[in-house]
């Protein structure tokens, strides 16, 4: 290309003057820009794209099992080989010395997945760490929103804008869907504050056109989810994905959702259940579930959603489930007590040993 601009140039635009001359090679030098630029950008977005996305998953502390949690989630993200992950552990307990310590490097990772639930004054976050977490989605990090983790700080204002919906009382407002799919808003006052029913396998309907769902069926059969009667929040710049409908009182209700929070995208789910000593659980040994996370971990990452469509995807009438790869990599013979398992827990070992030294 560079030997053609030359030809034509010496051939059909001769330099009369000086001031042609110079014209000519900012011409030149401009093109010659456009291409470097280009060539550089397309390098630049290639290697962003095909380098893993590095998750950090937040856990200690909540009414579920966060520990068998965190080791099946770790499990189905290592399976899909996409993804580099790190755990960082919140003592439960204050007054535990490494909990002043506790302030992950969210700016090393491009995805947290946040699993901590408070509800029942179980624990809490640092001040620093929680104005750090605040930074790093409105600056465009992204959020996993795991579960019960939407039912955890109610009292933290910006959390509340963070996930749109969750687990609160009648002073914030609630989203029900209509028959016809449009989005009802329920004021503040209206209807009760935020429950569920028993577990029940349900038929999860899309309401969006989302690059997660690519592919995928309008409505799929999820085991044993929580459809939550009233989710509440203050629901700005939320956007309903999905709902279910509750068998008890026959209404429709938001299942996935997502908010925008500065320039940092957050995705909300109540599927993917792990209770207290539950083994095998099939909430999340949903084959659904389980390619819905790791597709919107790579939408939170701002990455193309490429995890192919499995050829077990559930259909509108089967559920559809998975023996858990990380069962038989990990003990899960006791329940969770808050104490580390230090072969997966590293970040937590090491914080410790910084935090009493």
Avoid at 27 to 36: C, R, T, Y
Avoid at 324 to 353: C, H, M, Y
Wanted: charged share 20%; with cysteine; proline share 6%.
């Amino acid at each position: 290309m560079l030997r053609k601009i030359s030809l034509r140039i010496h051939r059909n635009q001769p330099f009369n003057s000086c001031w042609n001359a110079k014209r000519l090679v900012i011409k030149i030098s401009i093109i010659l820009l456009f291409i470097f630029a280009a060539k550089s950008g397309y390098a630049v977005k290639s290697t962003i794209s095909n380098s893993p996305i590095r998750v950090l998953i937040i856990d200690g502390f909540s009414n579920h099992d966060w520990a068998h949690t965190t080791k099946l989630i770790r499990a189905i993200l290592q399976e899909a080989n996409r993804f580099e992950v790190e755990v960082a552990t919140c003592p439960a307990d204050i007054n535990d010395p490494v909990h002043a310590a506790f302030r992950p490097k969210f700016d090393r990772y491009d995805v947290v997945i946040q699993t901590c639930n408070d509800l029942g004054n179980k624990g809490a976050w640092p001040a620093a760490t929680r104005l750090d977490f605040e930074k790093f989605v409105r600056q465009g990090g992204g959020v996993f929103i795991f579960h019960a983790a939407n039912n955890s700080f109610a009292a933290w204002p910006e959390y509340n804008q963070m996930i749109g919906l969750g687990w609160r009382n009648t002073t914030f407002p609630s989203l029900t869907i209509k028959p016809d799919g449009t989005i009802r808003r329920i004021p503040p006052g209206e209807g009760k504050a935020t429950s569920h029913g028993a577990r029940s396998d349900r038929v999860v309907h899309r309401l969006k056109n989302h690059p997660i769902y690519k592919g995928l069926p309008s409505a799929w059969m999820a085991s044993m989810v929580e459809v939550y009667t009233y989710p509440r929040g203050p629901a700005k710049r939320t956007t309903v994905l999905s709902w279910a409908e509750d068998p008890a009182t026959k209404t429709n209700w938001p299942i996935e959702w997502t908010v925008s929070y500065g320039k940092g995208r957050v995705y909300s789910s109540t599927m993917g259940h792990v209770w207290l000593k539950e083994n095998n659980p099939s909430g999340i040994r949903c084959a659904g579930f389980q390619t819905i996370m790791v597709r919107a971990i790579q939408w939170l990452a701002k990455r193309r959603v490429d995890f192919p469509v499995p050829s077990d995807f559930p259909s509108e009438t089967e559920v559809k489930l998975r023996t858990l790869v990380g069962e038989s990599a990990f003990d899960i013979s006791s329940p969770s007590n808050g104490k580390e398992l230090t072969q997966w827990s590293v970040f937590s070992k090491e914080l410790r040993n910084k935090a009493v030294e």
